[in-house]
């Protein structure tokens, strides 16, 4: 299935909920177009992104410049996020506590590693940073607040994928079954691999599966006040952090950072040996079971 085939059947499935807001949805699709370091969007570009029809694009651009969500500049004929846009950005970052009470934690694998340690959440298809920790050691890593990586690829995106209970997780991977058509394949086994790692060792490791000098692991956090859940990751230049090292030093320290943050959180406590070797056991089974990820 093409991406475009994946966007209609969930468009019809939208249409169907009568509590579900169209308009405001392709106006926050708008919104959403903009990246980090985008600077002007035109009207072509941001259709282009957002799949939606330039005529319709024109009308939500017109609307959300009148609400003061986007600046028009008239001599490139684009528009740049209005402070209002920002606004919310900065409220929601406030909001969350783990990005406040993680920065410590962040700060001390940064330096004991030299690798760069973010935290973030799900954004659709995509991992949206919002607490980064980096010195000059990790300028390999240019990823910052407001940064989106791919769930799929990333060792971030597939702990969050295996933190998920099994309805949620197996809803997830079929949308990014749609979303990526003929290449999901090699990006399904790599997820399969990373239910095995996480049930073994508690992390997730991507060594060039989304870009090829960057390596890195992950690890979920899962919280008991419903929030979440959320993911931390430790990447490096792959030449830094090799196979060995992230299995052995990275991954393990990342996974104590977690769990510490957990109970500082007042989130899940950790598990007892026994119940480590349990799952351990059943690792190498869980990928497979998860409906949908064929």
């Given at each position: ?14 249409a ?10 392709r ?56 402070p209002?846009?920002?606004?919310l ?14 920065e ?6 940064m330096r ?6 973010a ?7 995509s ?43 197996a ?41 090829n ?7 979920a ?14 990447g ?55 409906e949908?990820?064929?």
């Amino acid at each position: 299935m093409t991406k475009r085939q994946g966007m209609k059947r969930s468009g019809k499935k939208a249409a169907t909920d009568r509590n579900f807001v169209v308009a405001l949805s392709r106006g926050l699709d708008v919104l959403r177009a903009f990246q980090p370091n985008d600077g002007l969007l035109g009207n072509q570009e941001i259709a282009a992104r957002t799949k939606l029809p330039k005529p319709t694009i024109s009308r939500l651009t017109y609307t959300l410049t009148k609400l003061g969500y986007l600046t028009p500049v008239p001599r490139f004929e684009k528009y740049q996020l209005a402070p209002s846009a920002m606004a919310l950005g900065y409220a929601a970052l406030a909001n969350l506590g783990v990005r406040h009470l993680s920065e410590p934690y962040r700060e001390e694998v940064m330096r004991a590693t030299g690798g760069a340690v973010a935290v973030g959440g799900r954004d659709r298809h995509s991992m949206i940073y919002f607490g980064q920790s980096r010195n000059g050691l990790t300028l390999g890593v240019q990823l910052d607040v407001g940064s989106r990586i791919p769930i799929a690829t990333t060792a971030m995106g597939r702990a969050y994928i295996w933190a998920l209970p099994a309805e949620e997780r197996a809803a997830l991977v079929r949308e990014l079954r749609d979303h990526y058509g003929s290449r999901w394949g090699k990006m399904r086994d790599g997820i399969e691999r990373s239910g095995e790692m996480v049930a073994k060792h508690g992390f997730t490791m991507s060594t060039g599966d989304w870009q090829n000098d960057v390596a890195a692991v992950g690890v979920a956090l899962k919280l008991n006040d419903g929030t979440g859940p959320y993911a931390f990751n430790c990447g490096a230049p792959a030449f830094r952090f090799t196979e060995d090292r992230l299995l052995n030093d990275i991954g393990p320290r990342l996974v104590a950072m977690v769990r510490n943050i957990e109970q500082a959180l007042g989130g899940m406590a950790p598990q007892s040996k026994k119940q480590e070797i349990k799952k351990s056991r059943v690792g190498g089974k869980i990928a497979r079971l998860a409906e949908g990820i064929r």
